[in-house]
DNA sequence: GCTTGAGCTCAAGTTAGGTTTAGAAATTAC
DNA sequence: GTAATTTCTAAACCTAACTTGAGCTCAAGC
């Protein structure tokens, strides 16, 4: 048992990422490692707890300062408890329902779309800006915006709007 | 009606994205207009639709890539019918489900971590580095996997395994 | 006590998915 | 016919999330 605390290799062991992914992670604020004499970092045990979560968070999607502000519930100060990591699980449990939900959204809405086989603005639900645009981050604006003439089939049978 | 074929600034209002992007698009594959006399793209009607389907499947989650594979389903020389985006539809739906079931598994995993509040091994089932890795694209490869100490609670209450 | 692996910092490189800029040429509008 | 827009290419730049490399220090093993 060399010095108190862990190193950054053994929780690179430990967790399955880089040395250089958890230096990383430091600098986003999602770890506070503290240093030795030597200038060295050194963990807590529960650090390794921290990585898994923003493993498990990563996964579902969430960007490195979504993860560090759902940690941030945690207290700072003492070793958060069982019951603190439930509370920060229920949390995450709330907005993996809702990235599910909205996923399930969009998909039903593109039901739609294989029924009619156009995807075109009359009846493809896909087409809303407002909640297509929420539903996965910052995405472009219009979706599937345009009339029955852009489908391309039998163009003569339809009079394109203004153009 | 100027010229034949529509311009990238067209398509560019009709769908909401940037031409950048559009051109971007292009290079990856995902388009492939002609050119004018003056060397200026033009594209066809159907191209909105091919564009449409680009920003809908990216709010998915899909990668270009992916994308433009999806879209190679479509026949190359004549244009698109309604049955050629309707088969490419229900093959999204598809990839679609998988997707949604996959961040489903990962939730309900997550559920057993909440209920036993200590995301551990052993009672933690988001501890399993294939199907947490195979989820949503190429992730770290451990997940979770610590033994009781890590959590951080009752040190003295358990024996660390090997440190 | 010395060697060697582990760790340090800082800068630059990487991939995805684009945007911005610059200077030139084509097209459209009047 | 001229002016204003649009489009062109190529290269540079951007963010996120890291990795890699250089040059140097620290710590562990014998």
Redesign the pocket.
Known sequence: M??PGL????L?ERTG?????I???ET?GLLTPW???????RFERADIRRLSFILIA?KFGF???EIRDQLATLPGKRTPTKADWQKLSTAFRGHLDARIAQLETLRDRLDGCIGCGCLSLDSCKLYNPQDAAAALGQG?RYVMGDDAADLGIDPGELRADSD
């Open positions: 060399p010095q190193s950054i290799g053994y690179a990422l880089a040395v250089s992914a230096r990383y992670y986003q240093r030795n004499a030597g200038g060295q970092r990563q960007t490195l300062p472009p």
